[in-house]
């Protein structure tokens, strides 16, 4: 079963604004409040990266940590009475292009991978 589903993704220009969303529709909530959550990114010919994680925390505030290259950038934030993260960016460059990946790795470090969403930033 599908545990995490991305959304938001989509072609902005540069210096434009994107939020990202990754529900765990399936997940206990227990479960997915303990989870440490995280997102990546990869673009092509390219290792997928961390791009933010944060780890529990409270039900709605965890320790974030966050790339150089995003940082100042781009706002993590999770809401797990909706069993939801979102990734926040602004100021969007050319160099975000990749598709955005969720991570939720449990306490057993088990991770569960979505699909992914694409982000496209133009020039």
């Known amino acids: 079963q599908v545990q995490l589903v991305e959304s938001g993704g989509g072609l902005v220009q540069a210096g434009g604004s994107l939020r990202l969303s990754c529900k765990a529709p399936?997940?206990?909530?227990?479960?997915?409040?303990?989870?440490?959550m995280a997102w990546y990114r990869q673009a092509p010919g390219k290792q997928r990266e961390l791009v933010a994680k944060?780890?529990?925390?409270?039900?709605?505030?965890?320790?974030?940590q966050y790339s150089d290259s995003v940082k100042g950038r781009f706002t993590m934030s999770r809401d797990n009475s909706r069993k939801t993260v979102y990734l926040q960016m602004t100021d969007l460059k050319p160099e975000d292009t990749a598709v955005y990946y969720c991570?939720?790795?449990?306490?057993?470090?088990?991770?569960?991978w979505g699909q992914g969403t694409q982000v496209t930033v133009s020039s």
């Open positions: 991570n939720a790795q449990t306490s057993t470090q088990i991770n569960h």
């Open positions: 399936r997940m206990i909530f227990s479960v997915f409040a303990s989870n440490i």
């Open positions: 944060l780890t529990p925390g409270t039900p709605t505030i965890g320790r974030e």
